[in-house]
């Protein structure tokens, strides 16, 4: 069996992999990446309002702590008569959010027939190479001497029982190792990793990718909560320092892969 000619495997030559999608869906999606753009605006705000960041890998040496853009919604200190943050200055950010938002939704259904070229490329490009790793496991499998063997490929179940070894090792080595510096290796490198490890398995399809994310990421915040109560450090402290550190990281990373994908897509089009 010979692998299919280039030419049968052209985009072009195909129906659309993924379905065009409408104008309130791309307008549900630009509001969901200023959402996103507004909530890195407010992590990154804590690193400019606050003079003390050591709260964040241990126990506070003091009270100059704050976070909100554009307005202050929290300072380390203040009850705000029991209510422990400012909901009315949290409710303005939260109307400016959804402002910067509705404008990426106009501009994403301004721009959906471009976008939606985008996505269908990205879809084609998958399938294209699904078939590609399927043929060369046929080819595998009728024992061809030939022929090159297929790449190796993971099971989800091997990889499942990977990553829960590779917690249960993880969280040992944290009881036995609980330090700031493995705080901040989580809050610096956390994302990094989290992708890093989504994309060891050859040829998967985004969907499953996505699917092997969701308990490593539990499983990276159990660890720095099990870390943060070694050093004495309050629950929220914690999560406080995971949103600080890896909502400005994955909002970065998001726009530097979107870039890519949009200038990847501009120049297939103008190749065609």
């Not at 299919?4 to 129906?15: G, I, T, V, W, Y």
């Not at 009315?88 to 938002?101: D, R, S, T």
Request: hydrophobic content about 50%; charged content about 10%; glycine content about 8%.
């Amino acid at each position: 069996m010979n692998l299919p000619e280039a030419s049968s495997l052209r985009c072009s030559d195909r129906q659309p992999a993924f379905p065009a999608a409408t104008r309130i869906r791309w307008f549900l999606r630009g509001t969901a990446v200023g959402a996103m753009l507004m909530a890195a605006a407010n992590a990154v705000s804590y690193f400019f309002r606050s003079s003390d960041w050591s709260g964040l890998v241990g126990r506070p040496r003091s009270m100059n702590s704050a976070i909100g853009f554009p307005w202050i919604v929290w300072e380390a200190g203040n009850q705000y008569g029991g209510l422990f943050a400012d909901y009315p200055n949290m409710l303005l950010n939260l109307m400016i959010g959804l402002i910067v938002g509705g404008g990426m939704g106009c501009v994403a259904v301004w721009k959906r027939d471009f976008l939606n070229h985008v996505v269908e490329a990205i879809a084609s490009h998958e399938v294209v190479n699904t078939e590609v790793a399927s043929h060369e496991v046929a080819n595998t499998e009728m024992g061809s001497q030939t022929r090159k063997s297929a790449p190796i490929q993971f099971s989800l179940r091997g990889l499942m029982i990977a990553t829960t070894l590779a917690t249960i090792v993880a969280a040992v080595i944290s009881r036995l190792a609980a330090h700031p510096i493995t705080l901040v290796i989580i809050y610096a490198l956390g994302p990094i990793s989290l992708v890093a490890l989504a994309m060891v398995p050859y040829r998967w399809p985004w969907q499953r990718r996505v699917t092997l994310l969701i308990p490593i990421t539990f499983a990276l915040i159990a660890i720095a909560m099990l870390v943060g109560s070694k050093l004495q450090m309050e629950f929220d402290q914690v999560l406080l320092g995971i949103f600080l550190s890896w909502t400005p990281q994955s909002a970065i990373a998001a726009t530097l892969l979107t870039t890519y994908l949009i200038m990847g897509a501009t120049g297939t089009k103008q190749a065609a």
